[in-house]
């Protein structure tokens, strides 16, 4: 595989703003202005700030992924996927674990939004697959799920496909399998990621940003490591240069 340059890489980063405040997170995503990395606007930020936080940094021109996970009866998630739409963001995820019915509503919310004139564009619409958080004990013991991690990832892979999704947020460590079972052009969304010598904190599934790249992933979710640093930019523009080396 080519090198990537440095626009390319930077256009594969979604830095999560999990930050508890609107004041907070826009303190980040200044220092990260035009940098061509993507925000990543999860539950702790969305809950705090509101849609309001992706109109702001939707004018600071970065491309959004709401991350809200959405898991609920297929009409209540298709109406979700139509207010989202409305919103802008560039792409949004449900949890695979609500099956193929309620992934089938999300694409027809997105779709009724645009067709009313209510959205430019359609954004992409991906699933979670098993959280990074989750290892081999909890998904057995816990969520009552047989099999390995990478079966049940796939497994919810092969599902969202067939509802037509785009993509799916599984750990980078199952980017391989993802890939052979529905295609190099099905995105995969990975977090988990933290550059050389970062502790793993919470997460379980990880990989440093340069193996990520060399797995094929097509983006890679990173937050603490950015978000957390002194100086957020410095910090992203290290992991851009492991992954262009």
Partial sequence: MANLTREQA??????ALDKPDESAALAVADQLQGSGCWMKVGMELFYAAGPSIVRELKGKGFRIFLDLKMHDIPNTVRGGARSITRLGVDLFN???AGGIAMMSAAIEGVSEA???????RAPLVIAVTQLTSTNQAVLNNEIGIAGTVEDAVVHYA???QQAGLQGVVASPLEV????????????TVTPG???????????????????????????????RPITGANNPAAALDTILKEMTE
């Fill in 10 to 15: 930077a256009g594969k980063i979604m830095v």
């Fill in 94 to 96: 449900v949890h695979g």
């Fill in 114 to 120: 645009v067709a009313a004139g209510d959205a430019e």
């Fill in 158 to 160: 092969k599902l969202a």
């Fill in 176 to 187: 391989a399998a993802i890939k052979a079972a529905c295609g190099v052009g099905f995105a």
């Fill in 193 to 223: 990621i933290r550059p050389r010598g970062v502790d793993a904190g919470d997460q379980f599934r990880i990989t440093t940003p340069g193996d990520a790249v060399k797995g094929g992933t097509d983006y890679l979710v990173i937050g």
